[in-house]
């Protein structure tokens, strides 16, 4: 039983935790000869009893069945650190705070790699009162398209699912937020660091107005 606690991993845990069979024992309400059959591969936990193991040593049930003694370096993590998970299958996004293992239709997920904007994938952010409005020059067809955009601050995240035929746009409560995220369903994972001050006034990030003239005066000339 390869995805079962094994006697070694309850040991091991039980020793770093600085219990004794007893101590353990009683904490579970079995027998100590219990515990140093589990300990001596002479019998197994029943299965009820995994949840209550996993409180005593302080971890998840998942990792006390993984077989491997893990402590939860997740526990400090903040939005900043998050991952972002999409499925090549169905297209399921899947956000995380730290290191997970995360299975999708069958497939072991990688976090996707962010990389910065380039000129392919341009995004232009205006802060309007206590918002930013985000806007992604990018088509957006069945085939080719923006899957979500996001926004994060130490503490929190706000996400938005994008759709093919719809409009890149977006908007964001300022709340602190010092990076913008986007999934490109062909170049994948994006992120633009919001540089200037957030202070909850009209300002625009990155010359915004002066793009927006720009921007203007270019479909004028060009149509």
Avoid at 193 to 199: E, F, S, T
Wanted: charged share 25%.
């Amino acid at each position: 039983m390869n995805q079962y606690v094994t006697g070694a991993v309850i040991r091991e845990l039980r020793e770093k935790n600085h219990l004794t069979q007893s101590e353990l024992a009683e904490k579970l309400c079995v027998s100590d000869k219990t515990v140093s059959k589990w300990e001596t591969a002479k019998g197994y936990p029943d299965i009820s009893l995994l949840e209550s193991i996993a409180k005593v040593f302080g971890i998840s049930v998942t990792e006390l069945i993984s077989g491997n003694a893990v402590s939860n370096a997740n526990v400090s993590a903040n939005m900043m650190r998050s991952k972002f998970y999409v499925c090549p299958v169905c297209g399921n996004i899947i956000h995380s705070m730290g290191e997970a293992v995360i299975h999708c239709h069958g497939v072991l997920l990688t976090p996707s790699q962010p990389e910065e904007t380039d000129e392919k994938h341009k995004i232009f952010i205006e802060g309007v009162e206590d918002e930013y409005y985000v806007r992604i020059e990018h088509e957006m067809t069945k085939s080719h398209y923006i899957s979500f955009a996001a926004a994060l601050s130490p503490d929190h995240i706000q996400m938005l699912k994008l759709y093919p035929e719809g409009n890149p746009e977006a908007r964001f409560k300022m709340n602190g937020v010092k990076k913008i995220f986007f999934y490109c369903n062909r170049d994948g994972l994006f992120f633009v660091d919001v540089i200037k001050a957030i202070d909850g006034k009209e300002s625009a990030y990155d010359d915004a107005e002066e793009r927006r003239k720009l921007e203007q005066a270019a479909k004028m000339l060009f149509g």
